[in-house]
């Protein structure tokens, strides 16, 4: 940033006369390049930078609206327009920088002095709540960059970026909020240095945030109702009952009497009740925690409130028939198995299966965690990846490499939760069992895997991660799966550096980077919609 003061600042710039002869001329003062213009009797003078990318706006064209009272710039690269009475975009995103100008005896005088820096910073904001609105990614990138350059917090931008999202969330909470803490780790990791690298997880967070609520057909307000104090029964009730109103009421109460620490066993509790929503609950409840640690108060009922939405609305898988072993295996459950589990013997059993093992080795501590981790690492490893490309198979069978991912992620948020409350490990390991049951039948064991096998967890991980921030992949929910793998097996081993389970999640994780997802089925879901129409009569 060129260093001029934010007090007024007068240069030179050029004589009248010059600029008369010629009608436009660029001039150089203190690093800017400044255009000056003679319309008329008016004189223009403004960056010559086009905000878009950057071409001069001296190559431009000048012309005039209808009534001719304002004078158009047209930046030929792309078509941007500015009205250069107050530099505001016509058409595109930013507008171009004006600057105060004065003729003094047949001189042209500048005062090339920035704005004070909260006047940068708040049309800063103002320009990537426009950006936000309409997912302008190169916008977004900019207006943060802007945003840092006037000295202001990226954290605080992207607190406001999660209140513009909550009421655009129809289901509250999504994957943008699971992955922005692993995207702020990676940004705080000692690996990345410079400071536009830093800039990437923040530019991603939001982008994210900005694509799912421009993918759903907002505004989607909450209930204002606020109770008269917390109650955490009646909380957890109105979660269960799925009465959003009430529990937002309640949620409400709680964080103003004593912040988000105070729901957090009832989260816990309600994101561990059921096996819902595959999982994701208990992920996105983790995620939800670490995200309020690292942005603070300011952002507790930007993220709180949808967590509460997203529990209330989520599906609960135990309740439809391929998972009703789960309820009745939790409800006998004795904390008195002691068989010592073997990851192995996880292969090819269904739920009810799955449910039976679990049960039987309940008492077993870390050893039926680890075997539960090495048998979902050991399932994703041989994940049947023609189940990709089937086209001829019904829904259910519509499997891909995150159903095997969020078996992994959810046992590790499982772990960091039930630390808390011990007596919701055995919701969390039955319902690991659900994905092992499910995915049980998209395996292949007979596939060679040998040539996945890493010896050394780093720098395998480490170059996962650092590839994120270069990811290419326009769809957010895919990178942000595998960001979350990652950063959750990083999580694990440093926990536990020799894990028995290490060499086979280090081959799973390297296949899965190496073997790409395929995130269109055209023949799949017309074949798919054209079976279904047929049964419909
Ligand atoms: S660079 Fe000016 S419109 Fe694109």
Same mark, same amino acid.
């Given at each position: 940033m060129t260093d001029v003061a934010t007090q007024?600042?007068?240069?030179?710039?050029?004589?009248?006369?010059?600029?008369?002869?010629?009608?436009?001329?660029?001039?150089?003062?203190?690093?800017?390049?400044?255009?000056l213009i003679k319309s008329g009797d008016t004189i223009y003078a403004l960056n010559n930078r086009c905000p878009h990318e950057g071409f001069p706006l001296s190559?431009?064209?000048?012309?005039?609206?209808?009534?001719?009272?304002?004078?158009?710039l047209t930046c030929n690269w792309h078509s941007w327009r500015f009205n250069l009475d107050d530099g505001e975009a016509i058409v595109g995103g930013d507008a171009v920088r004006l600057y105060p100008h004065e003729v003094r005896g047949g001189e042209i005088w500048l005062d090339i002095s920035n704005p004070p820096p909260e006047?940068?910073?708040?049309?800063?904001?103002?320009?990537?709540?426009?950006?936000?609105?309409?997912?302008?990614?190169?916008?977004?990138?900019r207006e943060i960059a802007r945003f840092e350059r006037a000295k202001g917090d990226p954290m605080e931008a992207l607190t406001l970026a999660f209140s513009w999202a909550m009421d655009? @969330?129809?289901?509250?909470?999504?994957? /943008?909020?699971?992955? $922005?803490? +692993?995207? @702020?780790?990676?940004?705080?990791?000692? /690996?990345?240095?410079? $400071?536009? +690298?830093?800039?990437?997880?923040?530019?991603?967070?939001i982008g994210h945030l900005s694509w799912d609520c421009l993918m759903q057909k907002g505004p989607f307000p909450y209930s204002e109702k606020i109770a008269e104090s917390f109650d955490a029964d009646a909380f957890e009730r109105a979660i269960e009952e799925e009465r959003e109103a009430?529990?937002?009421?309640?949620?409400?109460?709680g964080l103003a009497e004593g912040g988000a620490s105070l729901l957090r066993g009832s989260l816990q509790r309600a994101s561990l009740a059921h096996y819902q929503a595959f999982g994701h609950s208990v992920i996105y409840l983790d995620k939800t925690y670490e995200l309020v640690e690292l942005l603070g108060k300011p952002a507790e009922e930007a993220v709180i409130l949808p967590l509460v939405r997203a529990l209330c609305s989520t599906a609960r898988e135990d309740l439809i028939p391929e998972f009703k072993a789960y309820g009745p295996t939790l409800s006998a459950w004795s904390n008195a198995g002691n068989k010592i589990p073997d990851g192995d013997g996880f292969r090819d059993q269904g739920v009810a299966a799955a449910m039976k093992l679990i049960a039987a080795s309940s008492n077993t501590g870390e050893a039926l965690y680890d075997a539960l981790m090495h048998a979902a690492w050991d399932a994703m490893l041989h994940y049947d990846a023609r189940y990709r490309s089937f086209t001829d198979k019904p829904v259910q069978q519509n499997v891909d490499w995150l159903d095997f991912t969020h078996a992994i992620t959810h046992l590790n948020a499982a772990r960091k939760n039930c630390a808390d409350q011990p007596h919701l490990w055995a919701n969390a390991l039955l319902q690991t069992g659900c994905f092992l049951g499910r995915n049980s039948k998209f395996v292949d064991w007979q596939q060679d895997v040998e040539n996945w096998k890493m010896a050394d967890a780093e720098p395998l991980i480490g170059d996962v991660l650092e590839g994120m921030l270069d990811h290419g992949e326009p769809?957010?929910?895919?990178?942000?799966?595998?960001?979350?793998?990652?950063?959750a097996l990083r999580e694990e081993l440093s926990i536990?550096?020799?894990?028995?389970?290490?060499?086979v999640a280090l081959a799973a994780l390297n296949r899965f980077v190496n073997e790409p997802i395929k995130r269109k089925h055209m023949r799949r879901v017309v074949t798919q919609a054209s079976n279904f129409v047929e049964l419909e009569g």
């Open positions: 007024p600042f007068w240069e030179k710039a050029i004589s009248l006369k010059k600029l008369e002869d010629a009608g436009k001329l660029v001039v150089k003062i203190s690093g800017k390049q400044i255009l190559e431009g064209t000048l012309s005039s609206d209808a009534e001719e009272r304002e004078c158009i006047i940068m910073r708040k049309k800063a904001i103002d320009g990537l709540h426009q950006a936000f609105e309409e997912h302008d990614y190169e916008r977004i990138a655009g @969330l129809e289901s509250g909470t999504t994957h /943008a909020h699971a992955a $922005a803490p +692993d995207w @702020l780790a990676l940004r705080g990791s000692p /690996a990345i240095t410079n $400071a536009t +690298d830093k800039r990437i997880p923040v530019v991603e967070i009430d529990a937002i009421a309640q949620a409400r109460a769809i957010y929910i895919f990178p942000a799966h595998t960001l979350k793998l990652a950063t536990k550096p020799d894990a028995s389970w290490k060499p």
